[in-house]
């Protein structure tokens, strides 16, 4: 059974950067797309980047585009998501995820989901 565990959440004034990791173990991590995922109290889970496979494609949330950046490591088995400009609206818990030939903004596609990390952006 494939496990994801992240870190790199924590508290930053606005405008600073923090770089989340995403550590999978179980099975071949370079076969699967890669998802990050974020939830604020009261809200719905929402998209924020995805990542194919081999890292050549990727996709992006509006609301992050240029400021937040996916890239995977396959020799670590780990994920990343660099998040720069950062605004008290991108916290929220963050998750990653994944799926086999997939890396989409729709949630309900990723089976497998890690137990998420907290990121405050104070303003």
């Known amino acids: 059974q494939v496990q994801l565990v992240e870190s790199g959440g924590g508290l930053v004034q606005a405008g600073g950067s923090l770089r989340l990791s995403c550590a999978a173990s179980?099975?071949?991590?370079?076969?699967?797309?890669m998802g990050w995922f974020r939830q604020a109290p009261g809200k719905e889970r929402e998209f924020v980047a995805a990542?194919?496979?081999?890292?050549?494609?990727?996709n992006y949330a509006n609301s992050v585009k240029g400021r937040f950046t996916i890239s995977r490591d396959n020799v670590k088995n780990t994920v990343y998501l660099q998040m720069n400009s950062l605004k008290p609206e991108d916290t929220a818990v963050y998750y990653c995820?994944?799926?086999?030939?997939?890396?989409?903004?729709?949630?309900?596609?990723?089976?497998?989901w890690g137990q998420g990390t907290q990121v405050t952006v104070s303003s």
């Open positions: 995820a994944t799926n086999k030939n997939y890396w989409g903004p729709d949630k309900r596609l990723y089976p497998v």
């Open positions: 179980g099975r071949t991590f370079s076969n699967y797309g």
């Open positions: 990542i194919s496979w081999a890292g050549g494609n990727t």
